[in-house]
């Protein structure tokens, strides 16, 4: 499994909170920095499923298993693929908060591009089903 993790850090911002909001939810293995129109983009990556035990943990401890698992569904892209963002702000304090729509945060989201074999173990290792608030199936982590 590979992952991406793009996030803007715009004038107005801060790069080290920027990047301590991409580390709350994310363990890259390699930071670099590129430019962009309105600042600088951070793009994170990492191979296996260690780097996203964070955003797995924010979850699970927030019990927002369905409702992931419902916004990651609609960011499966082909066979292989899954896009999603989180907030910026949200992540800065630890929490997940899932962006649906353009301009849902101010700031800029954290947008994450997950490229796996086996996009369904992939969703029911990070947000598995659940029934009456229980997990109902967990998966092992994906390749």
């Known amino acids: 499994m590979k992952v991406e993790a793009v996030v803007e850090v715009r004038y107005t911002e801060d790069k080290a909170k920027v990047l301590k909001a991409l580390e709350n939810v994310f363990t890259p ?3 670099e920095e590129r430019e962009s129109d309105s600042g600088m983009l951070l793009v994170a990556s990492c191979e296996g499923a260690g780097c996203l035990e964070k955003l797995r943990s924010a ?8 409702a ?3 916004v990651l569904s609609k960011g499966v ?3 292989d693929t899954v896009v999603f963002s989180v907030n910026k702000q949200a992540a800065y304090v630890g929490v997940v908060s899932f962006v649906t729509e353009p301009g849902e945060s101010p700031l800029g989201p954290i947008t994450f591009t997950v490229k796996t074999n086996n996009v369904r173990q992939f969703l029911d290792w990070l947000a598995p089903r659940t029934y009456r608030g229980r997990v109902y199936y967990e998966a092992p982590p994906p390749d």
Do not use: N
């Open 29 to 31: 293995k390699r930071v």
């Open 59 to 66: 979850i699970w401890r927030q019990g927002i298993q369905d």
């Open 68 to 70: 992931a698992r419902s």
């Open 77 to 79: 892209v082909g066979e």
